[in-house]
Structures are given as structure tokens and as C-alpha cells.
């Protein structure tokens, strides 16, 4: 199975028995493993934002660890160390819970600075050092961080360095009333229902092989074009103080054409990058102070900025693409027009 439609739908399908909604979150985890990207999860407590991972991974087959993040957590508890063998007289080098295919950082906001920065080379160039020495990590591998907004006693917020590793930044939202009606039935006629339940309906291999199909996606230059707008109206944002990085501009291609396969096209569309805007460029952004000030969010910035951008074979937005992105808050003055 090297059809990225067919093995996102598969996952999805399989998922579904026992998680209810979050079908785009799912998806959003498929093109991100597509992509040899990561994901960062944020929610309040008790939305399934850890199981989501748990199923993702059983349903692909995939290695499992997780991670408590707090604040005594250290990066050997991360990466691993050398241990002494009484027996033999040497070290051996003890594996930590980052040699896995999917690697669940939970509340990684808890852990201090210093643990989360064990995290930067592996998501980057997937291997990490140890004591000196460098080892690969396993392919495929994924990084699914979860977050929770409302607790920020005893949290560190996530450097810009580290966000900007994430391809990915959904908010796992409560479910509106007929999907909680389905939950409780669901849960009433079977109290044990969890990951168990989910079995592996796609391989290590199948992944990768759709991951290059994937890749073969076709990008016109219009579209591309259409990117590189987007992300320089973050950085001419009047809300903005730091814009999207250029890897931010990477990660927007790659996962504008794995979300098109997984979409059954053989090529990407404008709606593609639309719709990955939010996920891809809001939690990368550095707001201005009196963008904070106004109680802006990043992802009315990015609406903003998807408002004033022309797509390809589209009409002009009223304030114009030459002026960029109207201020949503008081961080700027608003375009004349």
C-alpha cells in the first residue's frame, strides 16, 4: 500500500473505532509522518490528546514511547546514558525513550529548558549525541508533544526555537453535544474501550513507500509563489515582532503536497495551503507587544494574513496584497483604503 489516500484512510477508519471527531487532527498526524515532520498537540485536559497518539501509533504499527514532561525530568531520562555493568566491567549505553518510532513528549511545557533542547537534535536531524557519541534514530520517527493552555504554574513555555520544529500546532477542541452523546453511548456499551482495541492496519514499509509517493506531488510555481506570500505577510505583519522562518516555508510545501496525496491529488491546489495555513504558521509567530497588549492571537494574525494574500486565479482582497496584512489588534495602523 504506497497510496497516501489509502493509508490515511485507513488509519482514520481504524482510529475511529474508538476515538469520535478529530478526523482533520488524524489526518494532520499522517501528513506529518508523511513528512518525517512532528506534531504539537494543545488542549485542556481530558480531550484525548495523548490517546490520539497512542491509537495513531497502533494503528500504524508503529514502536510507542511516552514521556511524563516534569520539571525533574532530565535529557538522559530522554536520550539515554552509559551504565555501568558490575558483570562485564564496561558501559553500555542505555537507550532512552527517544529511540522510537513515536515519541510522546506529554505536557512537554512542564519539563524544564534544558530537557526540551534534548529534544532539538532529534527533531532536526533525527539522531541524538551522547556523551560524546552520535546515533541514528529510528525511520520512520515522529514527535507528537502535547500542551495544556489554562495550567502555566510550574510550565516553561516552549522557546521559538523549539516551535518552530513543529510542523504542526492543532488545538484539540471539547466536542459539541452529539459527539459527546456518541462518546457516553459508545463508552456505555463497552467501559474498557481504549487503544487496545485498535489494531495495526498499515506497516513501517507501507509508510514509507507513501511518504516517497508523497513526494512526487507536483507544486506549480503559482502555488509556491503563493506560499512564500503568505509567509513574508507574517514577517510585514504590524502584529507581528518575528515572522515565519524559512523552514516554516519548507514545512508549508511539504505538507501541502502530502496533504494533497492524502487528498487522492496528484498535485496541489491553493485550498491545500489555505487550510494548513493556521496549523503551520500560528504557533510559530512572535507577537508584538501591543499586539499581546490587544489580546491578539497568533491565529487571527494568520487569518489576517490569509485574508490579504491573493491565491493563484483569485481576486484581490480588499485592502490589496501590496500593503500586507491589516493589524487585528493595536499593533499597527490599519490599511488606508
Given at each position: 500500500m504506497s497510496d497516501p489516500e489509502a493509508v490515511a484512510r485507513a488509519v482514520r477508519e481504524e482510529i475511529g473505532k474508538v476515538l469520535i471527531g478529530n478526523e482533520d487532527v488524524i489526518d494532520g498526524l499522517t501528513v506529518a509522518l508523511l513528512t518525517r515532520s512532528h506534531v504539537l498537540l494543545e488542549g485542556v485536559p481530558g480531550v484525548a490528546k495523548t490517546t490520539m497518539a497512542n491509537l495513531f501509533a497502533r494503528a500504524t504499527g508503529l514502536d510507542y514511547k511516552r514521556i511524563q514532561m516534569t520539571p525533574?525530568?532530565?535529557?538522559?531520562?530522554?536520550t539515554g546514558t552509559h551504565v555501568y555493568r558490575e558483570a562485564t566491567g564496561e558501559f553500555d549505553l542505555q537507550k532512552g525513550p527517544v529511540f522510537s518510532n513515536v515519541?510522546?513528549?506529554?505536557?512537554?511545557?512542564?519539563?524544564?529548558?534544558k530537557t526540551q533542547s534534548a529534544l532539538l537534535e532529534a527533531m532536526q536531524e533525527r539522531r541524538v549525541t551522547i556523551e560524546g557519541d552520535t546515533h541514528e534514530l529510528p525511520d520512520p520517527f515522529a514527535v507528537i508533544a502535547t500542551q495544556n493552555p489554562i495550567e502555566m504554574d510550574g510550565t516553561f513555555?516552549?522557546?521559538?526555537?523549539?516551535?518552530?520544529?513543529?510542523?504542526?500546532?492543532?488545538?484539540?477542541?471539547?466536542?459539541?453535544?452529539?459527539?459527546?452523546?456518541?462518546?457516553?453511548?459508545?463508552?456505555?456499551?463497552d467501559p474498557d474501550l481504549g487503544p487496545e482495541d485498535v489494531e495495526?492496519?498499515?506497516?513501517?514499509?507501507?509508510?514509507?513507500?507513501?511518504?516517497?509517493?508523497?513526494?512526487?506531488?507536483?507544486?506549480?510555481?503559482?502555488?509556491?509563489?503563493?506560499?512564500?506570500?503568505?509567509?513574508?505577510?507574517?514577517?510585514?505583519?504590524?502584529?507581528?515582532?518575528?515572522?515565519?522562518?524559512?523552514?516554516?516555508?519548507?514545512?508549508?510545501?511539504?505538507?501541502?503536497?502530502?496533504?494533497?496525496a492524502v487528498e487522492g491529488r496528484q498535485y496541489v491546489i491553493p485550498d491545500d495551503v489555505k487550510l494548513l495555513a493556521e496549523p503551520v504558521l500560528a504557533h510559530r509567530l512572535v507577537l508584538s507587544?501591543?499586539?499581546?497588549l490587544g489580546d491578539v492571537t497568533p491565529s487571527e494574525v494568520v487569518?489576517?494574513?490569509?485574508?490579504s494574500v491573493t491565491p493563484p486565479g483569485g481576486e484581490e482582497p480588499e485592502t490589496g496584497t501590496e500593503a500586507g496584512a491589516e493589524a487585528v489588534g493595536d499593533g499597527g495602523d490599519p490599511v488606508e483604503e
Amino acid at each position: 500500500m504506497s497510496d497516501p489516500e489509502a493509508v490515511a484512510r485507513a488509519v482514520r477508519e481504524e482510529i475511529g473505532k474508538v476515538l469520535i471527531g478529530n478526523e482533520d487532527v488524524i489526518d494532520g498526524l499522517t501528513v506529518a509522518l508523511l513528512t518525517r515532520s512532528h506534531v504539537l498537540l494543545e488542549g485542556v485536559p481530558g480531550v484525548a490528546k495523548t490517546t490520539m497518539a497512542n491509537l495513531f501509533a497502533r494503528a500504524t504499527g508503529l514502536d510507542y514511547k511516552r514521556i511524563q514532561m516534569t520539571p525533574d525530568v532530565l535529557p538522559a531520562d530522554v536520550t539515554g546514558t552509559h551504565v555501568y555493568r558490575e558483570a562485564t566491567g564496561e558501559f553500555d549505553l542505555q537507550k532512552g525513550p527517544v529511540f522510537s518510532n513515536v515519541v510522546v513528549a506529554d505536557e512537554i511545557n512542564r519539563a524544564t529548558p534544558k530537557t526540551q533542547s534534548a529534544l532539538l537534535e532529534a527533531m532536526q536531524e533525527r539522531r541524538v549525541t551522547i556523551e560524546g557519541d552520535t546515533h541514528e534514530l529510528p525511520d520512520p520517527f515522529a514527535v507528537i508533544a502535547t500542551q495544556n493552555p489554562i495550567e502555566m504554574d510550574g510550565t516553561f513555555e516552549l522557546p521559538e526555537a523549539q516551535r518552530d520544529r513543529f510542523q504542526f500546532r492543532f488545538v484539540v477542541g471539547l466536542p459539541d453535544r452529539d459527539t459527546e452523546w456518541e462518546l457516553l453511548n459508545r463508552f456505555d456499551a463497552d467501559p474498557d474501550l481504549g487503544p487496545e482495541d485498535v489494531e495495526q492496519v498499515v506497516t513501517p514499509e507501507e509508510i514509507v513507500a507513501a511518504r516517497e509517493t508523497a513526494r512526487g506531488t507536483y507544486v506549480s510555481d503559482a502555488v509556491k509563489g503563493y506560499i512564500l506570500d503568505l509567509v513574508a505577510a507574517t514577517r510585514e505583519s504590524p502584529d507581528t515582532e518575528h515572522g515565519a522562518s524559512p523552514r516554516a516555508g519548507i514545512a508549508f510545501l511539504n505538507a501541502s503536497k502530502a496533504h494533497a496525496a492524502v487528498e487522492g491529488r496528484q498535485y496541489v491546489i491553493p485550498d491545500d495551503v489555505k487550510l494548513l495555513a493556521e496549523p503551520v504558521l500560528a504557533h510559530r509567530l512572535v507577537l508584538s507587544t501591543d499586539a499581546e497588549l490587544g489580546d491578539v492571537t497568533p491565529s487571527e494574525v494568520v487569518q489576517s494574513v490569509v485574508g490579504s494574500v491573493t491565491p493563484p486565479g483569485g481576486e484581490e482582497p480588499e485592502t490589496g496584497t501590496e500593503a500586507g496584512a491589516e493589524a487585528v489588534g493595536d499593533g499597527g495602523d490599519p490599511v488606508e483604503e
